[in-house]
């Protein structure tokens, strides 16, 4: 099964950027949908984004929309969630995830392999 490693988390103020990556160890990138989910402190996880194989299509929750941005890198394996004009209520674990079944998803379930994590805090 793919293994996925998610960087570039930390510490940001308010109103700051940061892109995320998530790089996976398969060359065949293409077969899998990705998503990025987050988990506040004390919440259950949440939706962020997801994006089709080709690239081509995203989806974002309403709470991002405008302000964070999914990509993918296929000949790097490669995806990534640019987050910019942050906020507290941004912070989180963020997880990326993959489905190589169906189309794009905001349903964790559907998705069969997950990252690790990495934080992101953003302060006040």
């Known amino acids: 099964q793919v293994q996925l490693v998610e960087s570039g988390g930390e510490l940001v103020q308010a109103g700051g950027s940061l892109r995320l990556s998530c790089a996976a160890s398969?060359?065949?990138?293409?077969?899998?949908?990705m998503a990025w989910f987050r988990q506040p402190p004390g919440k259950e996880r949440e939706f962020v984004a997801t994006?089709?194989?080709?690239?081509?299509?995203?989806d974002y929750a309403d709470s991002v929309k405008g302000r964070f941005t999914i990509s993918r890198d296929n000949a790097k394996s490669t995806v990534y969630l640019q987050m910019d004009s942050l906020k507290p209520a941004d912070t989180a674990v963020y997880y990326c995830?993959?489905?190589?079944?169906?189309?794009?998803?905001?349903?964790?379930?559907?998705?069969?392999?997950w990252g690790r994590g990495t934080q992101v805090t953003v302060s006040s």
């Open positions: 994006i089709s194989r080709s690239g081509g299509s995203t």
């Open positions: 995830a993959a489905k190589t079944i169906g189309l794009k998803s905001r349903s964790s379930d559907e998705y069969t392999n």
């Open positions: 398969e060359r065949t990138f293409n077969i899998y949908v």
